[in-house]
Nanobody, 124 residues
Framework: QVRLVESGGGFLQAGGSLRLSCAASAASGIEFSISAMAWYRQAPGKQRELVASISRGDTTTYADSVKGRFTISRDSAKNTVLLQMNQLKPEDTAVYYC???????????????WGQGTQVTVSS
């Protein structure tokens, strides 16, 4: 009923830039509200980790490993979150997942919703 669709992943050399996009949508007639949105990533053999998050009030947080290189932003009118990734490194290689904390009536409370993931591969 509710979907998060990511785009923008790819293969590139170290030092390059990519922009990931994630749009939340729902089937006709379903209204939802978004509190926070975030990007996570999972590299092979590693646990999923938080990369960056942005609150309803546009407060942002970043993993130490990406501070100064990545920027998260959102377009609330379009229910979209972006992740601008600059100065990419081989260690940024991972599947990147969009996450959204959403309220989707009649389900009570706020739940986590996830996108399908988009691969980012950075070669040295």
């Amino acid at each position: 009923q509710v979907r998060l669709v990511e785009s923008g992943g790819g293969f590139l050399q170290a030092g390059g830039s990519l922009r990931l996009s994630c749009a939340a949508s729902a089937a006709s007639g379903i209204e939802f509200s978004i509190s926070a949105m975030a990007w996570y990533r999972q590299a092979p053999g590693k646990q999923r980790e938080l990369v960056a998050s942005i609150s309803r009030g546009d407060t942002t947080t970043y993993a130490d490993s990406v501070k100064g290189r990545f920027t998260i932003s959102r377009d609330s009118a379009k229910n979209t979150v972006l992740l601008q990734m600059n100065q990419l490194k081989p260690e940024d290689t991972a599947v990147y997942y969009c996450n959204s904390k959403m309220r989707v009536p009649p389900i009570p409370g706020t739940r986590d919703y996830w996108g399908q993931g988009t691969q980012v591969t950075v070669s040295s």
